[in-house]
């Protein structure tokens, strides 16, 4: 006879491996020390969750839609998370407006879910996935935007070393989000970072037009 999953002991996972995630990052993170702090077995707790992977991908799931909510809302569903294929049509004066409501919305996000928003930015995988998708993003907007012939192997080294770094900057403001008690200061700051690789881009790709 089948044994029936409980929602409680499916919570009791959830937030301990929150605590854990936290605490030691993804990669460290250990099974055997959620199972112990959520008052179980090791294998009781893989009856719910097979994987750590699962583990993090239900906590995160939620934030993850509100983000790719956002982007369709904000590109008129030219750009998601899902997406294989950008459109990115805007000036430069377009991106900066852009890039102002992503971070005012974006910080929104942070503070709904603050925990869950710092463990999303931990798996190594997804922190690949994200970057590539950064890396899809930006190379759509130089050729849709600026017209350069050939250049193909060029544009996809410069997109991915713009994603790289400007994930890895995210990464680094919302680490220590929580040093700042006055949201519109970390808004600021998303805010500059942000329009900082928008004026960079415009003038590095100028430079080759």
């Given at each position: 006879?089948?044994?029936?999953l ?49 583990i ?17 809302h ?103 989000a ?32």
């Amino acid at each position: 006879m089948a044994q029936i999953l409980k929602e409680e002991f499916r919570e009791a996972i959830l937030n301990s491996a929150k605590k854990e995630f936290l605490e030691k990052g993804y990669e460290e993170a250990s099974m055997r020390n959620i199972a112990k702090n959520a008052g179980m077995t090791v294998g009781n707790l893989y009856r719910y969750f097979p994987s750590k992977d699962d583990i993090h991908q239900s906590i995160v799931s939620e934030t993850v839609e509100e983000i790719d909510d956002l982007l369709r809302h904000l590109t008129a569903n030219n750009v998601s998370m899902e997406a294989r294929v950008f459109n990115i049509k805007a000036n430069v004066d377009d991106l900066r407006v852009l890039m102002n409501t992503l971070a005012e919305r974006i910080v929104e996000i942070y503070l709904s879910h603050p925990d869950e928003f710092n463990i999303l930015m931990m798996q190594s995988k997804l922190n690949q996935d994200l970057t590539a998708w950064f890396s899809k993003a930006i190379n759509s907007l130089i050729e849709q935007h600026y017209l350069i012939p050939g250049f193909r192997q060029e544009k996809e080294i410069l997109s991915h070393s713009y994603a790289v770094s400007i994930f890895a900057g995210m990464k680094e403001i919302f680490s220590v989000a929580e040093q700042f008690e006055d949201p519109n200061r970390l808004t600021m700051i998303v805010k500059t970072y942000l329009n900082s690789y928008v004026l960079m881009l415009d003038s590095d790709i100028r430079k080759l037009v």
